[in-house]
C-alpha cells in the first residue's frame, strides 16, 4: 500500500491516497493495464476484496478514533467533543462522525482503570450500548460494514432493563445476519426484536412517531407545489400501498422502456391517487358540493389556444392564460384544453370588473351514459398498447367541443392521464375506423405515420386475429383455413 500524506491547513481535513499502486490512475485518467488484464472472475474477486478491505481499514480507524476519545485529544485541539473534532478533521457530516466515534467506543475495550469489565454487559460502569466485542470482531474481519454496527449499536442500546442480561446473545445474532443480509433487512430483524422483548417501548415509539406527523405544503416561484412530509408508520404503509400500484412503470412499447424517473412516476401516481379521491362520493362536500378543481379563463382565450400570426409568421395576438382558483396560479389555454375535455363546465358571465352578471347550468362533457359505452369500447385506455392500471380514464374528444365538437361516442376516445397529456401536447391525430379509435402518430414519432389501431388491447388484437377463423354464414368451423391475412 502506497501512503501520500498531505499536512493540512487550519481547520483542512487530511487528504490520504490509499490507492494500490497497480490501480493509481495513469496521468491521462484511464486505469493501468493490470486492471483491463484481469478477466471477470478476477475481477469480481478483487473488488470483493478491496470492499474487505476498505472494512478492515475502517476498524482500524475506529480504533485510532478510540484512542483519541480515551486521550481528549478533541479537548487538546479545542473543540467540545470528539464528534465535532473529527467532523473537522475528515471534512464529514456531523451525523457521520457521531456514529463513526460511537461505534469505535462501542467495540474498542477502554483500557483506563476504574472503568469496569467492556466485556460484560452488565457491569455498572458500563451498558452494553458501551461493548460490542463480536461487532468489532466481524468489523476486523471485514464481513461487515460500518452501516451494519450502527444498526446493531442502536437495537442494543434500545433494550430495556429486564433484557439486559440477553445482550451478548443478540448481538451474536445480529452480527451473523449482518454477515448475509444488507443493513436496510438487518434493521428490520432489529425492529422485529425490540417489538418482541420490549412491547411497551414500542408502543411509545409508534405514539411519539404519531406525536410527530407533519406535512406541509407550500407554492414555490416556479408555481410547483413542494411537498414535505414525516408520516407514521400507519399512515407511511397506507401511502405507499396505494401509490406503488399507480407508480409503476408502463409497459414496454416497441422496445422502449418507460422513460420517467422514479420521481416522476411518483409523481404521476400520486396525480392519478388525487383523481381517484376526488372523483369519489365519500369526499366531505363544502357548500354543498364535492371538491372539485376550479379553473377560470375567458372563452376566447380558450377557443383561440394557439398565438395569431400573419402571412409573414409575424404574432399579432397570444392567448391569455386561466387561473386555478385553489391556488391562484396560472395555466395555459393548451392545459386547460386538456382539462376541459372531461369535467363540469359551468358558464359564468364576468362583466368588465370580473364580477359574475350571469351563471348557468353545471353540464358534463361526458355524461354517465357516455362514458359507460367508452369504457366498453375503448377500456381505460384506447392508446395502442396501453396497459394503463386501474384509475380514473378521461373522455378525450377528438374535435374538441369549444371547436364545435359534439359530445358523441363517435367524437369521443377513453384516455389514462399520461396518454391524454400526450395526445394534447404531441399532436397525435384520432380517428374512427369501423367504430373503432387509429392512431396516427407525429413525424417526430414516426416519420411515415403509420396509424396504429387502438380500443382495448387484448379483445381488439384477439378479435383481429381470430376474425378469419370465424366459419361464414353456413360453412363448418373445421373447413376454414388456419391462415390469416392483414
Known amino acids: ?27 491521462g485518467g484511464s486505469w493501468a493495464p493490470a486492471v483491463d488484464s484481469l478477466s471477470d472472475e478476477e475481477l469480481t474477486a478483487r473488488i470483493g476484496q478491496v470492499e474487505q478491505q476498505i472494512r478492515q481499514a475502517r476498524m482500524e480507524q475506529l480504533r485510532l478514533i478510540a484512542e483519541a476519545d480515551r486521550r481528549r485529544l478533541h479537548a487538546v485541539q479545542g473543540a467540545r467533543s470528539t464528534q465535532v473534532w473529527l467532523k473537522t478533521l475528515l471534512n464529514i457530516d456531523g451525523q457521520d462522525a457521531t456514529t463513526r466515534v460511537r461505534i469505535a467506543t462501542a467495540t474498542t475495550p477502554n483500557t483506563d482503570e476504574g472503568t469496569g469489565d467492556l466485556t460484560n454487559p452488565t457491569d455498572s460502569q458500563n451498558t452494553a450500548q458501551a461493548s460490542l466485542p463480536a461487532t468489532g470482531q466481524a468489523l476486523g474481519e471485514g464481513v ?27 448481538e451474536r445474532l445480529l452480527v451473523e445476519n449482518a454477515c448475509r443480509q444488507c443493513p436496510r433487512d438487518l434493521a428490520k430483524l432489529a425492529d422485529r426484536i425490540r417489538y418482541m422483548l420490549d412491547r411497551d417501548g414500542a408502543v411509545a415509539d409508534e405514539q411519539a412517531q404519531f406525536e410527530s406527523r407533519e406535512l406541509h405544503y407550500a407554492t414555490a416561484r416556479d408555481g410547483m407545489l413542494v411537498i414535505k412530509a414525516r408520516l407514521d408508520r400507519e399512515t407511511g404503509a397506507k401511502f405507499v400501498t396505494a401509490l406503488q400500484p399507480l407508480a409503476a412503470p408502463r409497459p414496454e412499447s416497441d422496445g422502449v422502456k418507460d422513460p420517467r424517473t422514479v420521481g416522476q412516476r411518483n409523481a404521476d401516481g400520486l396525480s392519478t391517487l388525487l383523481d381517484l379521491v376526488l372523483d369519489t362520493d365519500g369526499m366531505p362536500r363544502t357548500g354543498g358540493q364535492k371538491p372539485h378543481l376550479t379553473v377560470t379563463i375567458d372563452y376566447t382565450d380558450l377557443k383561440n389556444q394557439l398565438p395569431t400570426t400573419n402571412s409573414n409568421g409575424e404574432i399579432l395576438a397570444v392567448g ?29 358571465v364576468l ?4 364580477l359574475p352578471l350571469d351563471v348557468g347550468a353545471s353540464q358534463r362533457t361526458a355524461p354517465t351514459h357516455i362514458r359507460a ?9 384506447a392508446f395502442p398498447e396501453c396497459d394503463h ?19 358523441s361516442v363517435n367524437n369521443m376516445v377513453m384516455l389514462c392521464a399520461h396518454h391524454h397529456r400526450t395526445i394534447h401536447n404531441h399532436h397525435w391525430h384520432i380517428e374512427l375506423q369501423h367504430d ?12 411515415t405515420r403509420t396509424p396504429r389501431p387502438g380500443g382495448k388491447a387484448q379483445p381488439a388484437t384477439h378479435h383481429h386475429a381470430l376474425r378469419h377463423l370465424l366459419p361464414t354464414e353456413g360453412e363448418p368451423l373445421a373447413d376454414r383455413p388456419l391462415t390469416s391475412t392483414r
Open 144 to 170: 461487515i460494514s460500518l452501516e451494519h454496527a450502527r444498526v446493531i449499536s442502536r437495537c442494543l442500546s434500545r433494550l430495556p432493563e429486564h433484557a439486559q442480561h440477553r445482550a451478548t446473545e443478540i
Open 373 to 381: 359505452a367508452l369504457l366498453a369500447r375503448d377500456g381505460v385506455c
Open 351 to 354: 362583466g368588465g370588473d370580473s
Open 436 to 447: 373503432r379509435p387509429v392512431f396516427t402518430p407525429p413525424a417526430n414519432v414516426d416519420p
Open 320 to 348: 391569455g392564460a386561466g387561473m386555478l382558483e385553489g391556488t391562484g396560479q396560472y395555466l395555459s389555454p393548451q392545459t386547460i384544453r386538456r382539462i376541459a375535455c372531461d369535467c363540469e363546465v359551468l358558464p359564468m
Open 1 to 27: 500500500m502506497t501512503t501520500q500524506d498531505a499536512t493540512p491547513a487550519a481547520g483542512a481535513g487530511v487528504v490520504v491516497s490509499a490507492l494500490p499502486a497497480w490501480d493509481t490512475p495513469t496521468p
Open 389 to 407: 392500471p386501474a384509475g380514473t380514464p378521461q373522455a378525450h374528444h377528438i374535435v374538441h367541443w369549444v371547436d364545435g365538437g359534439p359530445t
